[in-house]
């Protein structure tokens, strides 16, 4: 179990090479959270918070919840690090030492989950950062159930320039460079800053145009912290998710910290939640407020 992320994929593409999977299933980290999925003793979870009936667990985020602490001497690994893949590929990489061609995309992976980014990884992505934009879900490029299972065995078995060529991720990557403009003039028309804070309330809109995350940082750079609001699935409650600026690097707010005190989690540069949508406006000011007074 994984979330559909590049972090998730790269998990599942190192977990199937030394583990038996039958199946991946793609899950909010929410549903973990809230115990709306079944888990058992044969299941694995990486990059999602911890669960106590599964078999295995690898994850890097920020543990906040009592639920999701796991005893000491787990099967699996936990600890800080750029990437949860980077806890499964060192986790096996001693006795499977083949593992290492995998070296340059839990490096890409790394780069991408903990934002290490520059200006071109973001107005002209390529390699495996790329196909994580094309799969990341906060992109709005579809379902990304098929995308994922197209993703997994290619990623795992082919060179990165075979994997670009294939006419999915190169039909994804098309729409995303295509939309580009209008997302920007979608997140600049839905934009507000607040001190040192952009906040982007894309409700309004159905559909919300495809776009890279990490675009508002270009478009608005005296702001060293994003929150983005939207509705989330059926819309039934509100998703939003916040991230320190990856060039303006002057926030001291702990985002997963913050976000674990609405029911989420995430890293201390990133995280999320979901907020019930009666209560969510006085919620979303009072995590902006909270990240202008750690400015």
């Not at 979608?186 to 919300?208: E, Y």
């Not at 509705?231 to 509100?238: A, D, I, L, S, Y």
């Not at 910290?257 to 969510?280: I, T």
Request: glycine share 8%; charged share 20%; aromatic share 6%.
């Amino acid at each position: 179990m994984t979330r559909p992320d590049l972090d998730g994929l790269t998990c599942a593409v190192i977990l199937s090479q030394v583990e038996t999977i039958d199946s991946v299933e793609l899950v909010h980290p929410q549903d973990v959270t809230d115990r709306r999925v079944t888990i058992g003793a044969t299941d694995i979870i990486a990059n999602l918070p911890y669960h106590p009936a599964c078999g295995m667990w690898f994850d890097n985020h920020l543990l906040t919840d009592p639920k999701a602490m796991p005893p000491t001497g787990f099967k699996g690994r936990y600890g800080k690090a750029p990437s949860a893949a980077r806890l499964v590929y060192e986790h096996y990489l001693s006795a499977k030492p083949d593992l290492a061609r995998h070296e340059r995309l839990v490096s890409e992976t790394d780069r991408l989950d903990s934002a290490q980014l520059g200006i071109s990884d973001v107005t002209a992505p390529a390699g495996y950062i790329l196909i994580g934009l094309t799969l990341d879900p906060r992109t709005g490029l579809g379902s990304a159930r098929e995308y994922f299972d197209l993703l997994l065995p290619a990623v795992r078995d082919r060179a990165i320039e075979d994997v670009l060529a294939l006419p999915e991720v190169q039909k994804r990557a098309a729409l995303m460079r295509e939309q580009d403009q209008a997302f920007r003039e979608a997140a600049l028309a839905h934009s507000r800053v607040a001190a040192n804070v952009v906040v982007t309330d894309f409700r309004p809109l159905d559909p919300i145009p495809v776009g890279n995350r990490f675009l508002i940082f270009t478009l608005f750079p005296q702001a060293n912290v994003a929150v983005r609001v939207q509705w989330g699935p059926g819309r039934e409650k509100v998703a939003v998710s916040a991230g320190r600026s990856i060039f303006n690097r002057t926030s001291r707010a702990n985002v997963g910290v913050l976000m674990s005190l609405y029911g989420g989690g995430g890293h201390a540069g990133a995280g999320a939640c979901l907020l019930a949508a009666a209560s969510a406006d006085p919620q979303i000011a009072e995590i902006v407020s909270t990240l202008q007074r750690n400015a």
